[in-house]
């Protein structure tokens, strides 16, 4: 019996094995076919629709022709016309219109961006536009990086051929398009209908040896150039920008009348934008005049203060006992007796040079003190260099770097012709700038200050205005240094300092420029 049983189930569970196996495999194959079916054949590839969001990060939109756009909405107010000053060009190769849909997406902060393809030239054609209605349109070839800053209704129009980087702002035509290698103190000027950026009547801190317009000059041209580096585009003046930069800080000049020149330009660059000019003051109450060489306005709004202090030599002027008499004297060796109010600036910038003549120093004639010699003769630049090492001494010791970001001009050149300004020389016949590349002497005195700054502890960056100066023989007041029918000689012109508005606003542009580079942490000297 056992035999028997045993015999008769095991054909019973080979069977059930066979079929369960046979119909997983069934179920399976149906199962495959099932899955493929549901894949479309042609399947193409999609991407989803980039999201640009606001804020906090601009977001850059690649194309193939290396064609970027950081688009922001920060600080967007009245973008100006790209490159104002340039004709309309007929035979750009490339278009790019821009445009950013404001809430596609959650929230109504995020903007979808869509439409792109190449035309017949292989150029990328996009359009971007912004639930603000600013239409931005930009002709192209070569465009590497584009940043725009949207604004609302305005339209801003470009129009390049050899364009890196460009970025707009509300108030800037071009905010930069390579920072890096670029050398700002190479190029040419430009006229630019927009400008100047402020007039003699809408600012009130011109005296009255800048205000060339008040003095009775006609002719307007000069106030029209604008410094084009030739490899990067600088950004223009923002005085919005740079108050924000100054908050709660101290802008400081200190130097001769050239920097007093530069600083009443910065405090007519940064008065523009304020909105009750009571909250604009001297500190002491004193009027910008030649006679007093010290002041100190505070931007109430900004809790910031943009300070000027005279100091011809940086260092020390004395006097000295020489035989009977006490005569005057530089003291080379000691650092001028205003420096306390130099200490704890934010931001310090520094000139020497226009004073260091022959005819100023007494032809260093019994001039130059060092300890309790008074030198019986000493060469005018053996002396600079010695004045500047004094000066550079007293800027690593006292100047704190990770608080102070110090800056020193190079000499502004003077244009006279036929003689000094004592001796009949004379620049009225100049309206326009040298329009040509000429080569002139670099000045021994900038020389020597580069080298005494390379010696420094102290980081300090060099504003080399000497090279773009000497194109603006038409920047100086000539005859119109005072008021009609005030007594003066005619034969006596200023060919040393300059109109404002002028070409100090270009030197301050150069240090918007490298202040705001500072910050962005990409500035190189």
């Known amino acids: 019996m056992e035999t028997q049983r045993s015999f008769f189930f095991k054909p019973t569970r080979f069977l059930f094995c066979s079929f ?30 980039p999201l640009v969001k606001f804020p906090p990060e601009p977001v850059i939109f690649e194309t193939l022709s290396r064609f970027n756009s950081t688009i922001s909405e920060n600080d967007v107010k009245n973008p ?41 030239n292989g150029a990328v054609q996009g359009n971007f536009t912004t639930g603000h209605g600013q239409e931005i349109v930009s002709n192209s070839t070569s465009v590497e990086k584009i940043e725009v800053h949207t604004g609302h209704g305005q339209e801003i129009v470009s129009n390049s051929t050899s364009v890196e980087k460009i970025e707009v702002h509300t108030d800037q035509r071009i905010e930069e398009k390579k920072s890096r290698g670029c050398d700002v103190w190479k190029g040419k000027w430009v006229f630019d209908e927009s400008y100047p950026l402020y007039t003699n009547q809408s600012c009130p801190f011109i005296d009255e040896g800048f205000d060339c317009g008040g003095n009775g000059r006609l002719d307007k041209d000069y106030m029209k150039w604008r410094w084009q580096p030739q490899d990067c585009d600088i950004p223009r003046f923002n005085a919005s920008r740079m108050l924000e930069l100054i908050r709660g800080k101290r802008l400081v000049f200190v130097g001769d009348s050239i920097n007093r020149n530069q600083w009443e330009s910065m405090m007519c660059l940064l008065y523009g934008t304020v909105n009750d000019p009571k909250k604009v003051y001297e500190t002491h109450g004193r009027k910008i005049t030649k006679a007093k060489g010290n002041y100190s306005f505070k931007f109430v709004d ?45 931001i310090l910038i520094f000139n020497s040079a226009h004073w260091w003549s022959h005819f100023k120093t007494k032809a260093g004639v019994n001039y130059y003190q060092e300890g309790d010699i008074v030198h019986a003769r000493l060469d005018v630049m053996m002396a600079f260099r010695r004045a500047l090492t004094t000066w550079a001494s007293w800027v690593d010791k006292y100047i704190n770097p990770g608080k102070t970001r110090v800056f020193f001009r190079s000499s502004a050149p003077s244009h006279f012709r036929e003689g000094q300004w004592n001796s009949g020389g004379h620049c009225t016949e100049a309206t326009q700038p040298i329009n040509e590349t000429f080569n002139f002497d670099y000045p021994e005195k900038s020389i020597i200050a580069e080298e005494v700054i390379k010696l420094m502890k102290t980081q300090v960056a060099f504003l080399n205005i000497t090279g773009l100066s000497q194109y603006r023989r038409d920047g100086h007041p000539s005859i119109f240094g005072r008021k009609p029918g005030k007594a003066y000689s005619s034969s006596i012109q200023d060919c040393s300092h300059w109109c404002l508005p002028g070409v100090p606003d270009a030197w301050n542009e150069l240090l918007y420029y490298h202040l705001q580079s500072t910050r962005t942490k990409s500035f190189r000297d």
């Not at 300070?307 to 008499?325: I, M, N």
């Open 80 to 120: 100006v016309i790209v490159d104002a000053h340039l004709s309309k060009q007929e035979d750009a190769s490339g278009s790019a219109n821009i445009s950013v849909l404001d809430g596609i997406q959650t929230g109504g902060n995020e903007s979808e961006v869509s439409g792109e393809d190449t035309s017949k």
């Open 302 to 346: 900004y809790k910031c203060t943009v300070e000027y202090y005279v100091s011809h030599f940086l260092v020390h002027e004395g006097k000295a006992r020489l035989g009977r008499k006490r005569v005057q004297t530089l003291r080379i060796d000691s650092i001028d007796r205003g420096s306390s109010r130099w200490r704890g600036a934010d």
């Open 20 to 49: 369960t196996i046979f119909s997983a495999l069934i179920f399976f194959c149906f199962f495959s076919i099932s899955i493929m079916t549901t894949v479309p054949s042609n399947a193409g590839v999609r991407y989803s629709k």
